[in-house]
């Protein structure tokens, strides 16, 4: 046997080990954040181990996707691996357990088709009974003879031998060995399998507990045997029902494209405990009716036992790529949030708007939009006009109040705004007072008063609270906008 990883295993020690293929998955996602959940919930170790032996489909862009895609979630891990720099020991184990017997040289160079082909009554590929039953003086000559070949594991046949294992998701899970191929451990070219090097590096980090999808399940009776194989004890499996789509389907890079990499959702501008938060109710619940959850509550609050065997599906339509569920998250972690802490947050988005918001004035807006916003990109629409010189044209007539006004009213409200604001003190209560009063003396309720002065600073009757907004603005821009604005009214009379 090869020198494995000679420390104790102490605690819990968990793995997420991605394949970097392309973009972080949010299935992937989700199986790093259960991960990472379960340690901490432990006091145990997270392990980030990237399986990047498929040299044929790896990519260093995708390498920087996944890590790009796990730094924005914010989740830290204890010790980090890459499967690429330990091909040493997976080759050394594999001629470890051929030493043992347990595996053969398969010279083969492709068994699909072949007539001498061994199969179960399915008709399912086993092995092939040539080289599982070539004496080992055979297999000495043709290897030294520089001829390639596989090396497969023997799994044993014809013994009833049953393959069990408890998984903390789906329970007894059970195979007669007899139906279990003669996998491969190392391909023709010298390079392991992803069964082979997944379960050496699980050996030799000292895994505990294996969380993985559910679409790996069938893969374990495989590694049963690997680890027999290797002289150690199976850590504990627990396999995660699977994310599909509305229709059933499987969440696919191929076919569902961008709406399901984690970028996605950070760059349509979800807080990454939002994120956190949606994906753990995919597929898990706290059992006591909650949905808004905190990092730290979620973290206290999670186990394997919480963990559904059916698959979760991820609500989102060609018109609209994000869950509904999703979206009211975010929008109750982002009012959760302190103001300078949501502020930080939001001004990415509006340097990427080609809007200048000083740290400062985007602090004193910030407040007035976080009930108006779902997703941090919706800031730079509801808060703009506090960042432009000028305000697009609008339509002249939406200074019109609503309710049986005419240009006329609308030109006598913003005159008198104009003089009311140019002698108010600019703070919340005298502006109140002062345009109420104003309001009373033009004989008007107060929707038909502020209505143009909102459409004359804002450029639009969605907007935040009007004295707020007059405020943050300040005086000078206020009288500028109503200016134009009661200007822009005569072309309606």
């Given at each position: ?352 708007a080609g809007l200048h918001a000083s740290p400062e004035k985007l602090l004193a807006v910030t407040p007035l939009i976080r009930e108006r916003i779902k997703l941090l990109r919706d800031a730079v629409s509801a808060a703009d006009f506090f960042f432009v010189k000028e305000l697009p044209g609008y339509d002249p007539t939406e200074l019109v109040p609503s309710k049986g006004g005419d240009a006329a009213m609308a030109r006598r409200v913003l005159q008198t705004a104009l003089e009311v604001l140019r002698k108010t003190s600019f703070d919340h ?65």
């Open positions: 046997m090869p020198d494995l990883n000679p420390s104790k295993p102490g605690n819990i020690r968990v793995r997420f080990a991605p394949s970097p293929t392309g973009f972080l998955h949010v299935g992937s996602a989700r199986t790093f954040i259960f991960n990472w959940l379960y340690a901490r919930h432990n006091h145990g170790t997270m392990v980030l181990r990237l399986d990047d032996t498929d040299v044929e489909r790896n990519t260093e862009a995708s390498v920087q996707s996944i890590f790009e895609g796990l730094r924005w979630l914010g989740l830290s891990w204890d010790e980090e691996y890459r499967q690429s720099e330990r091909l040493a020991l997976h080759r050394s184990a594999a001629h470890a357990i051929f030493a043992k017997g347990l595996a053969y040289r398969d010279f083969t160079p492709a068994h699909s088709g072949d007539d001498n082909q061994s199969s179960s009554a399915q008709g399912a590929w086993l092995s092939n009974p040539g080289m599982r039953e070539m004496s080992p003086e055979e297999s000495d000559r043709r290897a030294a003879a520089g001829e390639p070949f596989a090396l497969r594991y023997r799994v044993p046949r014809g013994e009833g031998r049953t393959l069990h294992f408890t998984d903390s998701v789906y329970g007894h899970q059970t195979k007669l060995a007899d139906e279990v191929e003669d996998f491969a451990l190392l391909r023709s070219d010298g390079m392991p399998t992803y069964h082979l090097a997944s379960c050496v590096d699980d050996a030799d980090l000292h895994i505990s507990h294996i969380i993985r999808g559910q679409d790996h399940l069938t893969n374990t009776f495989k590694h049963l045997l690997i680890f027999e194989g290797l002289g150690v004890e199976s850590p504990q499996f627990a396999h995660l029902p699977l994310l599909v789509a509305p229709d059933g389907a499987k969440l696919s890079k191929r076919k569902h494209g961008p709406v399901v990499s984690v970028t996605t959702y950070r760059d349509a501008g979800f807080l990454p405990d939002a994120f956190i938060n949606f994906l753990c109710l995919l597929g898990w619940s706290p059992k006591d009716d909650r949905e808004f959850l905190t990092l730290n509550e979620l973290t206290a609050a999670f186990t394997l036992e919480n963990v559904n065997r059916s698959n979760a599906v991820v609500n989102f339509t060609e018109e609209d790529p994000f869950d509904p569920k999703a979206v009211w998250l975010n929008a109750e972690h982002i009012r959760a949030l302190p103001v300078d802490q949501l502020s930080a947050r939001l001004q990415p988005f509006f340097e990427q209560d005298s502006l109140d007072q002062a345009l109420r009063a104003a309001a009373t003396s033009l004989g008007l309720k107060a929707g038909p008063m502020f209505q143009p002065i909102r459409v004359a600073v804002c450029g639009r009757k969605n907007a935040p609270p009007l004295f707020e907004t007059l405020i943050v603005l300040g005086r000078d821009v206020c009288l500028e906008r109503i200016s134009q604005a009661e200007a822009s009214l005569e072309s309606l009379s």
